[in-house]
């Protein structure tokens, strides 16, 4: 049976709330690349500051909890 993997908020790669790493963990990716991705699409963005962007998914995603990483 596959593993159903949640987006949430990362316990093993978090900096500040462990948004990115959450992302990270969910896509199968690198956290430092998530990261260096974000910051190059928010300096890029003129629309939507990226630290708002932060926020919002910092409010929005759960955090992990030890059923995550089973």
Known sequence: MA???KLHRSRNY?????VMGGIAEYLGWSPFLTRL???I???????VPGILV???LWIM???????SYR
Do not use: D, W
Not at 14 to 18: E, N, Q, S, T
């Open 3 to 5: 593993k159903l993997i």
């Open 14 to 18: 978090r900096i500040i709330a462990g």
């Open 37 to 39: 991705l974000f910051v």
């Open 41 to 47: 699409l928010s300096c890029a963005s003129v629309a």
């Open 54 to 56: 932060y926020i919002v």
């Open 61 to 67: 995603m759960p955090n992990a909890t030890a059923e």
